[in-house]
C-alpha cells in the first residue's frame, strides 16, 4: 500500500478541501448512508474508524453520543482532524503498520491497549483499496472488534466497473482519484471486486455477511455505492 500512502500523502491538503467545500455530489448520498448503517446496528457505545481521513465521520458519530477513535495512515490528514477537535480521539498509523502488528513483528502500545478494550464497531469507508493486504488488514483489525460487534465496509459499487465500461471481473482500477472534482495528481491503484469476489474475501477473513445495503440517489439510476455489514465467524 505504499504507494497509496504516497498518493493520499501528495493529495491530502487537496482531500481536505473538496471535502470542507461539499465538492463531491455522491457524498451527499454515501455519508448518510454510513452514518444511518452504523447508528442503526452497532448496538454500543464505541467505533474505530480506520482510514478515517480528517475525521468528518467521528465527529459526526460523537455528535450522536458514540465514543470515536480514527486512524489513517497520512499525518497531514490526522493533523487536520486533530484541530477540529477531538485531538485526543485520532492516531497517524499505517495499515501495513496494523498488519504488522497483528503478527508481532512490530510493537505498538496504542494497538494493545484498543485491543483490551475492543470496539462495538469497526469502519472501513471508501479506504479498502488493495486485493491480497486487504485480507490481511480484514484479519489483523480482529482483536480490535468485540466478538458480537460489527465491521463496516462502505466501498464503490461492483456495477460501477460495467459503467465505467469495464468488464464485470475483478481487477486493478488505475487511478483512484479519476472522476473526482479537484487537483489531483500522483494517483493510486484501487481493486474493484465482484460481489462473488467480497463474499469470498470476508469468508476468508473470518468474517460473515449480517445485511448488504446500496444507498442510491432519487436522480440516479444505479447506487451510488455498497455497504457490507459484517460480524466475525463463530469460533
Known amino acids: 500500500m505504499s504507494q497509496t500512502i504516497e498518493s493520499w500523502k501528495a493529495n491530502a491538503k487537496e482531500w481536505i478541501h473538496i471535502v470542507?467545500?461539499?465538492?463531491?455530489?455522491?457524498?451527499?448520498?454515501?455519508?448518510?448512508?454510513?452514518?444511518?448503517?452504523?447508528?442503526?446496528?452497532?448496538?454500543?457505545?464505541?467505533?474505530?474508524?480506520?482510514?478515517?481521513?480528517?475525521?468528518?465521520?467521528?465527529?459526526?458519530?460523537?455528535?450522536?453520543?458514540?465514543?470515536?477513535?480514527?486512524?489513517?495512515?497520512?499525518?497531514?490528514?490526522?493533523?487536520?482532524?486533530?484541530?477540529?477537535?477531538?485531538?485526543?480521539?485520532?492516531?497517524?498509523?499505517?495499515?501495513?503498520?496494523?498488519?504488522?502488528?497483528?503478527?508481532?513483528?512490530?510493537?505498538?502500545?496504542?494497538?494493545?491497549?484498543?485491543?483490551?478494550?475492543?470496539?462495538?464497531?469497526?469502519?472501513?469507508?471508501?479506504?479498502?483499496?488493495?486485493?491480497v493486504d486487504s485480507e490481511a488488514l480484514l484479519r489483523a483489525v480482529q482483536p480490535l472488534v468485540r466478538q458480537d460487534g460489527k465491521v463496516y465496509i462502505q466501498t464503490l459499487h461492483p456495477l460501477a466497473m460495467l459503467a465505467m465500461g469495464l468488464r464485470y471481473e475483478s481487477q486493478w482500477m488505475a487511478d483512484a482519484w479519476k472522476g473526482l472534482p479537484g487537483n489531483f495528481t500522483n494517483g493510486h491503484p484501487w481493486y474493484a471486486r465482484t460481489l462473488q469476489d467480497w463474499m469470498l474475501l470476508f469468508?476468508?477473513?473470518?468474517?460473515?455477511?449480517?445485511?448488504?445495503?446500496?444507498?442510491q440517489g432519487k436522480e440516479l439510476n444505479q447506487p451510488s455505492s455498497i455497504i457490507f455489514v459484517l460480524s466475525s465467524l463463530p469460533k
Open 20 to 131: 470542507h467545500t461539499n465538492s463531491i455530489p455522491s457524498r451527499a448520498i454515501t455519508n448518510p448512508a454510513i452514518m444511518a448503517t452504523v447508528l442503526q446496528s452497532c448496538h454500543g457505545k464505541s467505533v474505530l474508524d480506520l482510514g478515517c481521513g480528517e475525521g468528518w465521520l467521528c465527529r459526526a458519530l460523537q455528535k450522536e453520543g458514540l465514543r470515536t477513535f480514527g486512524i489513517d495512515g497520512t499525518w497531514d490528514l490526522i493533523e487536520a482532524a486533530k484541530k477540529q477537535g477531538l485531538s485526543d480521539s485520532f492516531e497517524c498509523l499505517s495499515f501495513e503498520e496494523i498488519i504488522a502488528w497483528s503478527k508481532k513483528k512490530i510493537t505498538y502500545p496504542l494497538l494493545d491497549q484498543l485491543a483490551n478494550q475492543p470496539f462495538d464497531g469497526l469502519i472501513f469507508n471508501f479506504c479498502l483499496y488493495g486485493d
Open 203 to 215: 469468508r476468508n477473513s473470518g468474517f460473515q455477511l449480517q445485511q448488504l445495503l446500496e444507498p
